[in-house]
């Protein structure tokens, strides 16, 4: 162990959040096929997975080398061993380099309705803001009522189409100082 708190990690010393008997951690290699199982299931359950959606970005399947990069971090959600979702950010691509854009936050349905999905935004952003980004900016559909009123709760506020992510299906844009 380092700091109080913290863990030493391959990836670096990273904060661990419990709830539970849920945890938040950087996602590792082991983990990338479970994730890739939740984003390919949640967003089918959503009716998010036809073109334009990010169920077709290249990193679904390497989610820990796609994240391992400088300004990017994905972390999951994880309950006695098992991923049961995840979240992260990055460089939002085509915008000021101070803009990050919140990736791929998406849950079982037995991880819903807890307050996990707010512990893991919370823990998502302040790992951006340490990143040294000042704006959040994510995509969403306005069918996704729960996602898009915790992104409210957490004060981000509608905005228009930003950067260039390729989500062209998307119709729900948000932003949120950091």
Avoid: W
């Avoid at 904060?15 to 996602?27: G, K, L, M």
């Avoid at 085509?94 to 998406?106: N, Q, S």
Wanted: with cysteine; net charge neutral; charged share 20%.
């Amino acid at each position: 162990m380092s700091p109080k708190g913290h863990k030493q990690h391959p990836y670096g010393t990273i904060a661990i959040v419990s709830a539970d008997d849920f945890h938040i951690r950087r996602i590792e290699p082991g983990d990338d096929p479970a994730m890739a199982a939740v984003i390919r299931s949640v967003m089918t359950e959503l009716g998010a997975s036809g073109p334009g959606f990010a169920i077709h970005d290249p990193e679904v399947d390497g989610m820990s080398a796609a994240y391992g990069r400088p300004r990017h971090d994905y972390f999951v959600l994880v309950r006695d061993g098992e991923v049961l979702g995840g979240a992260g950010y990055g460089p939002l691509t085509g915008a000021d380099e101070t803009v990050c854009e919140l990736r791929k936050m998406y849950f079982y349905p037995r991880a819903r309705g807890a307050g996990l999905g707010a512990r893991m935004l919370e823990h998502v952003l302040g790992q951006a803001r340490a990143a040294g980004f000042t704006t959040c900016y994510l995509e969403t559909l306005q069918s996704m009522t729960a996602a898009r009123k915790l992104y409210q709760a957490f004060g981000f506020t509608p905005s228009g189409p930003m950067g260039n992510t390729g989500h062209f299906a998307c119709d729900a844009y948000y932003t949120r100082t950091l």
